[in-house]
């Protein structure tokens, strides 16, 4: 399941650190497994748990916290939204509610053709720009009106069907 390339990726992370303390590297090897399967499941856990000589549930307890780590196979564009208090009281809620009914689909899905998968997120550390959204765990978003929405999503539309 895990290509002996990211195998060899893992040993390059786990070099980073001393003997003893591999286990520090769980982050960068979730990374990896993301990379090369679109999302860390289950099994790929238990893979790195291995190999960093962890128990399975300690791995898990990292992908679970971070909001970078896909639990499942997500659409081409992730679309995280923050819904914090701050970003709460300056329209972050509102800002999800109207992508969802852009997209046709709800927080936590996938539109049908694959291209977008819409999640809330927690804070993105910039209240002061809210509504906040992030685009694929890289491309931080700022003051998204509905016309911004409109923009960012059908931009994302054309550039996705190419």
């Given at each position: ?70 639990q ?19 329209d ?23 291209l ?47």
């Amino acid at each position: 399941m895990i290509s002996e390339e990211s195998k060899a990726r893992f040993a390059k992370e786990v070099a980073k650190y001393p003997a003893d303390q591999k286990q520090s590297a769980v982050m960068a090897c979730l990374a990896i497994v993301q990379q090369q399967l679109g999302y860390v499941s289950a099994e790929s856990e238990a893979v790195v748990a291995d190999y960093l000589g962890m128990a399975p549930m300690a791995v898990h307890e990292v992908t679970t916290f971070y909001n970078m780590y896909n639990q499942h196979s997500v659409g081409k564009y992730k679309l995280n939204v923050c819904t914090n208090l701050p970003c709460q009281l300056r329209d972050g809620g509102a800002a999800l509610k109207y992508l969802e009914k852009k997209l046709n689909i709800s927080m936590g899905e996938t539109t049908p053709d694959g291209l977008f998968t819409l999640q809330q997120c927690e804070c993105l550390g910039a209240c002061a720009d809210s509504p906040v959204m992030l685009v694929n765990d890289r491309t931080m978003c700022s003051f998204m009106s509905n016309d911004k929405l409109d923009q960012l999503v059908d931009g994302l539309r054309t550039a996705g069907n190419k």
